[in-house]
Nanobody, 124 residues
Framework: QVQLVESGGGLVQAGGSLRLSCAASGRPFSSYSTGWFRQAPGKEREFVSAISSRGGYTDYADSVKGRFTISRDNAKNTVYLQMNSLKPEDTAVYYC?????????????????WGQGTQVTVSS
């Protein structure tokens, strides 16, 4: 079992940046592919980005491609989401998810472990 804790959310103006962190504890994190999802009020939880267990493969939703960067430091059991050029439509609760597989997936149901989420609010 792995436990996930997100941090780094907050309030930022449009055009600003935030870096989210997802800290894992429990089993060795290097065996887990990891994804970031987000959920805005009244909307479904949607895929944002994913990274393979060793960090060699990444994927992004079209809406964040070129603005967000996912990375991981397995020595620190942490995955990051660097978010630049933020827009008001990026406002949501951001969730970190992990699954015991090497290959990253964009599908929410493929992830067995979830964090509690961190709020990101982008003002216009």
């Amino acid at each position: 079992q792995v436990q996930l804790v997100e941090s780094g959310g907050g309030l930022v103006q449009a055009g600003g940046s935030l870096r989210l962190s997802c800290a894992a504890s429990g089993r060795p994190f290097s065996s887990y592919s990891t994804g970031w999802f987000r959920q805005a009020p009244g909307k479904e939880r949607e895929f944002v980005s994913a990274i393979s267990s060793r960090g060699g493969y990444t994927d992004y939703a079209d809406s964040v491609k070129g603005r967000f960067t996912i990375s991981r430091d397995n020595a620190k059991n942490t995955v990051y989401l660097q978010m630049n050029s933020l827009k008001p439509e990026d406002t949501a609760v951001y969730y970190c998810a992990a699954d015991l597989r090497p290959v990253a997936t964009i599908t929410r149901k493929d992830y067995a472990h979830w964090g509690q989420g961190t709020q990101v609010t982008v003002s216009s």
